[in-house]
């Protein structure tokens, strides 16, 4: 089985959980991460933050696209006159659980559920039907996101993708947290705190109380 990783919107905290996540399973689980949508590398790559922060303990696939400017994936491939084949993803995908039966992937979305992935309108929510794997909503927890987060949800359900949790990242906030869950009628998962600094030791630190209930056991476990 394997799990995908997937956000409210940008910069909520999506690597940092699958770094978190990755570094609390890979002692369980033979596992690998992959992205394989990304935008930005001019900048930073997620791939190798993720090498950098637990690729010790896990197998780094490469991405299937990867664009510098650091804008939606469908302008991304636009302004270098490339095309995003969600179909070239999906396969990509398949020979992987067929090569490598046992290994549980990470797969780390891009965005926001809804945003494009082709000028044609295809979306991340599209993609992640044909993937059809359970889904890891990760969530700001911080002031606009009761509003974002249950959207989110509610996207999700009306597509039928499985949700299997969330995941709140920032200052812990009692109140969001349950509100969340209760109009949600979801589980949190975890909630991870802000790091003092990206490193591996702090990241191993903040695993050690991810998924106290080990409620993504099921998701990794072999098929």
Not at 95 to 124: C, F, K, S
Request: aromatic share 4%; with cysteine; proline share 4%.
């Amino acid at each position: 089985m394997s799990l995908v990783v997937v956000g409210t919107g940008t910069e909520v905290g999506k690597t940092i959980t699958c770094a978190v996540l990755l570094s609390r399973y890979a002692g369980t689980f033979k596992l690998a991460y992959w992205k394989p949508i990304a935008t930005g590398s001019a900048e930073d790559r997620d791939t190798s933050v993720i090498e950098r922060l637990c690729g010790h303990g896990i197998n780094i696939l490469q991405e299937s696209y990867l664009f510098e400017p650091p804008v939606s994936p469908h302008l991304a491939a636009r302004l270098v006159r490339k095309r995003i084949d969600p179909e070239l993803v999906v396969q990509a995908l398949k020979t992987y659980q067929q090569e490598n039966d046992g290994r549980a992937l990470v797969i780390e979305g891009i965005g926001g559920l809804l945003v494009p992935l082709t000028t044609a309108g295809y979306l991340l929510a599209d993609l992640l039907e044909e993937m059809s794997l359970p889904c890891l909503l990760v969530a700001s927890s911080t002031l606009g996101t009761i509003n974002h987060t249950l959207l989110t949800i509610e996207a999700m359900r009306s597509r039928d993708l499985q949700l299997v949790g969330v995941v709140l990242n920032g200052p812990r906030n009692r109140e969001n947290r349950l509100a969340i869950e209760k109009f949600g009628s979801v589980q949190i998962v975890s909630e991870i705190e802000p790091l003092s600094a990206l490193s591996p030791e702090n990241v191993l630190r903040a695993s050690r109380g991810f998924d106290r209930k080990a409620l993504l056991e099921s998701s990794l476990k072999r098929a």
